[in-house]
């Protein structure tokens, strides 16, 4: 066990990178990877509980709780409301859906495909069904939309929207001058005439024949789709020849792109510029922000990335973080903070993800290094078998495959060298000019 004075942090890291342990003033750790992990934050009041990550996770926070299973096939959730009411939500999908909210117009409960009705979910006001595809219903702003024998009837009505449908032979919806839609033979025949935002947006589409979209600021014509395409853009200023898209492509005016896919392509705006040579054996991305550049680059996609902030101001800092992937992470913070991890294979997909560095990441880790803001620097090998910490206070060396065969500090407090963990060594507390022999593990006092 590891325990720092000063601050009262305990560690323990036992059988390499499956057990861990770890208390600080107001954190504590522990886990058995990667069957599970427990984290608890006292001091924020949360707690992150992990079995299998990602297949089963438990969160609290302040009073609320999330619990999820199978990859949220089971899901479940509380919300503490301010006047005491615990409001809840179960989901087993596609299956059972229920709510138990304070406002009994919010609750629900759903028996999948027999019947249900849902309030506030999946993007509707309400959702109701009755041996679906049978008999489906929405609501959404005031219209709704009834359906038999799920998508091949239905009708609209309410908020002066009427229409209906028989798919896929033809299909309208209507409400007065804002809203004209109709199809026939879909996807063959569609028509489109709305307001949005009092803007008039129209399309046509015949296809593969023809398609055409007028809007304020921008017109689309697509002839033998996608053989043809052209757009005229004058809130961006600049216009687009696809011939074919998306593997050739052309745009003039603020907007300047030459692309012939795979082979090259780049493409130029006022604060923004992206390119690829032999797609994906090599891209860039350049972003010019207020403060910073952000330049981005990588070859084969995902092998090799490299991102950088690079600051614009006097004073700014800049940033780094380069993935070989499955190699190694280098990352570097604007705060001075830096890591290096060897064996990497997620963290190029799955940058700032909490869970996955507690469950999975020690696993394949074989060596890391980490210096903070001050400049303190860490290093482990082998799951902390050599271990180094260099801080302004001194070094510290240890070498333990399974007990510490070489221990080795020289610190502002005090020095010491052991042999397996104390068999044989040497202290001096330098505070208390205190000089300690060990033999056989027993200490012998020489001041």
């Given at each position: ?64 709780t999330k619990f ?27 299956f059972i859906f ?60 309410g908020n002066g ?287």
């Open positions: 066990m590891e325990k720092d004075n000063e601050t009262g942090e305990k560690r323990i890291d036992a059988l390499g990178p499956f057990v861990s342990y770890k208390k600080e003033a107001h954190e504590t750790e522990y886990g058995l990877r990667p069957i599970f992990y427990n984290y608890r934050n006292d001091k924020k009041d949360r707690t992150a509980f992990d079995f299998l990550y990602p297949l089963s996770t438990y969160r609290t926070f302040e009073g609320d999820q299973a199978f990859m949220y096939i089971i899901y479940y959730k509380t919300d503490l409301r301010e006047s005491g009411f615990r409001e809840r939500e179960l989901t087993i999908f596609p229920a709510r138990q909210a304070e406002d009994p117009d919010r609750s629900f409960f759903a028996v999948f495909p027999i019947f249900g009705n849902m309030k506030n979910k999946y993007g509707k006001d309400e959702i109701n069904f009755f041996m679906f595809p049978l008999f489906l219903q929405t609501k959404n702003y005031g219209v709704t939309n009834n359906n038999f024998l799920w998508p091949f009837i239905g009708g609209y009505s929207v009427e229409g209906g449908r028989l798919w896929p032979l033809y299909g309208y919806k209507k409400r007065g001058d804002s809203l004209n839609e109709r199809f026939a033979l879909w996807p063959i025949y569609m028509q489109r005439d709305r307001e949005f935002y009092g803007a008039r947006i129209s399309s046509l589409a015949i296809l593969p024949l023809y398609y055409g979209m007028d809007m304020p600021g921008r017109k689309q014509r697509t002839y033998f789709w996608p053989f043809f395409n052209y757009i005229e853009n004058t809130n961006r200023n600049f216009r687009r020849w696809d011939m074919p898209w998306p593997f050739v492509t052309f745009s003039r005016g603020d907007v300047t792109t030459n692309r012939i896919f795979p082979l090259f392509s780049v493409k130029r705006e006022e604060d923004f510029e992206s390119g690829y040579v032999l797609w994906p054996l090599y891209s860039w991305r350049k972003h010019t922000l207020d403060d910073y550049v952000i330049q981005r680059k990588a070859i084969a996609f995902f092998i090799y990335k490299d991102v950088r902030n690079i600051p614009r101001v006097e004073g700014g800092r800049d940033s780094r973080a380069i993935n070989l992937w499955p190699l190694f992470t280098y990352r570097r913070t604007p705060d001075g903070k830096a890591y290096f991890r060897l064996i990497s294979p997620l963290e190029t997909f799955l940058q700032d993800n909490a869970p996955r560095e507690r469950n999975w990441m020690p696993l394949w880790t074989i060596f890391s290094w980490y210096k903070d803001e001050e400049g303190n620097h860490v290093s482990s090998f082998l799951w902390n078998t050599f271990r180094t910490e260099s801080t302004k206070k001194g070094v510290k060396v240890e070498f333990r495959p399974i007990i510490p065969v070489i221990s080795y500090e020289n610190t502002e407090d005090r020095d010491k060298f052991y042999i397996l963990g104390g068999l044989f060594g040497y202290s001096k507390d330098k505070e208390n000019n205190k000089k300690v022999l060990k033999f056989l593990f027993i200490p012998v006092n020489i001041s």
